[in-house]
């Protein structure tokens, strides 16, 4: 299967300053999961690939599809249907892994997220920016910064360090260590 590869570096970190990205707006990656809408900051966006198949990680969470390399790092891959705990879906040729950078207090970290398909990029002015809605303890909604309104419905607004905060994650920032026998022990 051909992997294309769509390089979103003139939207990252290194093709806009902030002050040019405030001056130009929010902007957003909107990417399809499970029939949802849902957006990312589009300055968290390395870039996007066709899906292609991992290397598995032995004990690691089923959200977590494997690793691949990318120009030589290697990057831990996340299925975000697993990690939202939605059922899983088959591959298929709108597939993409999305490459986002993640700030964590260890310092920042490349993630692959692997989502059903890219839509669009969203431009909303930030007094369309609804907070999310306060479900208390009941749903977690932490790593929902908002919810837009858009003509089709809604698009939910993901803060990406949050969603894909290692810490809660669990499995990517340590490797459990092995006994003498190089089994790998429960945490």
Do not use: C
Not at 35 to 63: M, S
Not at 93 to 118: C, E, L, M
Not at 136 to 153: C, D, M, W
């Amino acid at each position: 299967m051909n992997t294309k590869t769509t390089d979103l570096a003139t939207l990252g970190p290194r093709g806009l300053s902030k002050r040019d990205a405030t001056a130009e707006g929010l902007q957003y990656l909107t990417f399809s999961l499970a029939g949802e809408e849902y957006g990312i900051d589009i300055l968290k966006v390395q870039e996007i690939r066709g899906w292609a198949p991992v290397t598995k990680v032995p004990n690691a969470p089923p959200f977590v599809r494997g690793v691949m390399n990318l120009r030589g790092a290697i990057v831990p891959v996340i299925d975000l249907r697993l990690r939202f705990g939605l059922e899983t879906m088959a591959y298929t040729k709108t597939t993409v892994v999305i490459v986002v950078t993640v700030q964590s207090a260890s310092g920042s970290r490349i993630i692959g997220t692997v989502v059903d398909g890219v839509s669009d990029v969203l431009n909303p002015n930030a007094a369309d920016i609804q907070p999310p809605p306060d479900f208390g303890t009941a749903v977690h909604t932490e790593f929902i910064s908002g919810l837009v309104t858009i003509e089709a419905g809604m698009v939910m607004l993901l803060d990406v360090d949050r969603l894909l905060s290692v810490e809660e994650m669990f499995a990517l920032e340590t490797v459990r260590p092995a006994n003498e026998h190089g089994i790998a022990q429960a945490a």
